[in-house]
T-cell receptor
Framework: EAQVTQNPRYLITVTGKKLTVTCSQN?????MSWYRQDPGLGLRQIYY???????DKGDVPEGYKVSRKEKRNFPLILESPSPNQTSLYFC??????????????FGNGTRLTVT | KQEVTQIPAALSVPEGENLVLNCSFT??????LQWFRQDPGKGLTSLLL?????REQTSGRLNASLDKSSGRSTLYIAASQPGDSATYLC?????????????FGQGTTLQVKP
């Protein structure tokens, strides 16, 4: 089954404790992206990757890191989480060719709470 | 800077009604526009994607139209059902921004009453 898999689904942590949220897709998509969703602010893009070893900042990259060493994986790293990073996080992927892209496939989300 | 707006924020209709959800964007130079559905606590599911060269796309009871010149898209849902209750979001991929950036609207939360 074609899917985007995020882990974990729920995570509660404390301020300053490094964490990684994993994202994996099995559709051989070039494009992968991370979003956070907050009430009243909607979906905001954190980072995206157009292909292996190519990453770029979205609208709210501060406090986050990503890497794209393999095509299928795009982990989101919070080196020193803070309470303002409490949010619902989504990973997404799609096929890209020039200006064309296929529909975006989303993971089921990771609900992160930082105390 | 591209901005995407969806009005109304919430909509409640009786079952069986045909309805239209609206999405407007400020910069008409776009590659494509997508409509998504999000159920509570879940990820987004892509419903329809309209490339900039297209005027509309259809899937079952759903029809999405695109008018770049006026900066508008509509999602038409025919014969609504309680199972259509969800939040509907539109997202635009702008030519002016980096090619990987998508801008989302805040969504319209639809409730279809039996």
């Amino acid at each position: 089954e074609a899917q985007v898999t995020q882990n974990p689904r729920y995570l509660i942590t404390v301020t300053g404790k490094k964490l990684t949220v994993t994202c994996s897709q099995n559709m051989n998509h070039e494009y992968m992206s991370w979003y956070r969703q907050d009430p009243g602010l909607g979906l905001r893009q954190i980072y995206y990757s157009m292909n292996v070893e190519v990453t770029d900042k979205g609208d709210v990259p501060e406090g986050y890191k990503v890497s794209r060493k393999e095509k299928r994986n795009f982990p989101l790293i919070l080196e020193s989480p803070s309470p303002n990073q409490t949010s619902l996080y989504f990973c997404a992927s799609s096929f890209v060719s020039g200006s064309y892209n296929s529909p975006l496939h989303f993971g089921n989300g990771t609900r992160l709470t930082v105390t | 800077k591209q901005e995407v707006t969806q009005i109304p924020a919430a909509l409640s209709v009786p079952e069986g009604e045909n309805l239209v959800l609206n999405c407007s964007f400020t910069d008409s130079a776009i590659y494509n526009l997508q409509w998504f559905r999000q159920d509570p606590g879940k990820g987004l599911t892509s419903l329809l994607l309209i490339q900039s060269s297209q005027r509309e796309q259809t899937s079952g009871r759903l029809n999405a139209s695109l008018d770049k010149s006026s900066g508008r898209s509509t999602l038409y849902i025919a014969a609504s059902q309680p199972g259509d209750s969800a939040t509907y979001l539109c997202a635009v991929k702008s030519i002016s921004s980096n090619t990987g950036k998508l801008i989302f609207g805040q969504g319209t939360t639809l409730q279809v009453k039996p």
